[in-house]
């Protein structure tokens, strides 16, 4: 079973729709969640970053951790054919009791999914 | 405020030949990891840098070596290159004493023939 597991998809859905992307994982010495987003032949690019349980918005983005459950989600409100790329989801430990990162641990990815927005 | 730069862009090899490929940190950045990421899949953790030392390693054989230099820039070493190992090499910084998250750049691929 692998650490991080994410539907790989493909998912397509009309412009303007509302888009849910979920990742599931094992460790439960994850702190740290992220969701990359990674356009043809680019590296990717952070769209969110939240530490433990709770939700995170930034724009038309929400980001939710339900540490209980070993489960994150992404959302996309209105979505735009630009949003089409893959979106991976990424985790890492946590670091010392003071919450500085004692060496940045790596990360551990989904194996991303494929989001492609219908104008 | 340049972010991270890798180099070449594209490469292509023969089976049994050596390569290295070449990362530059974000501006303020003292840490470098790097990543494989195979057609179709997540990025997989190769190893990482600071202080010029390798401080973790991933599952991949010592044909894959590195190199931190005092400008925190890096180098990915593979060796007898296998077709397994065409993929694309990313490479990450981030300031260590931080939470800050570590921001990638565009990567390397690689194409075995």
């Known amino acids: 079973q692998k650490e991080v597991e994410q539907d790989p998809g493909p998912l397509s859905v009309p412009e303007g729709a509302i888009v849910s992307l979920n990742c599931t994982y094992s460790n439960s010495a994850f702190q740290y969640f992220m969701w990359y987003r990674q356009y043809s032949r680019k590296g990717p690019e952070l769209l969110m970053y939240t530490y433990s349980s709770g939700n995170k918005e930034d724009g038309r983005f929400t980001a939710q951790v339900d540490k209980s459950s070993k489960y994150i989600s992404l959302f996309i409100r209105d979505s735009q054919p630009s949003d089409s790329a893959t979106y991976l989801c990424?985790?890492?430990?946590?670091?010392?009791?003071?919450?500085?990162?004692?060496?940045?641990?790596?990360?551990?990815f989904g194996q991303g999914t494929r989001l492609t927005i219908n104008p | 405020d340049a972010g991270v730069t890798q180099s070449p862009t594209h490469l292509i090899k023969t089976r049994g030949q050596q390569v290295t490929l070449r990362c530059s940190p974000k501006?303020?950045?003292?840490?470098v990891s790097w990543y494989q990421q195979a057609l179709g899949q997540g990025p997989q953790f190769i190893f990482q840098y600071y202080e010029e030392e390798e401080r973790q390693r991933g599952n991949f054989p010592d044909r894959f070596s590195g190199h931190q230099f005092p400008n925190y820039s890096s180098e990915l070493n593979v060796n007898a290159l296998l077709l397994g190992d065409s993929a694309l090499y990313l490479c990450?910084?981030?300031?260590?004493?931080?939470?800050?998250?570590?921001?990638f750049g565009d990567g390397t691929r690689l194409s075995i023939l």
């Open positions: 990450a910084s981030t300031k260590r004493l931080s939470n800050q998250p570590q921001h």
């Open positions: 990424a985790m890492k430990g946590g670091g010392s009791p003071r919450g500085l990162i004692q060496g940045a641990q790596k990360l551990v």
């Open positions: 501006s303020g950045h003292d840490t």
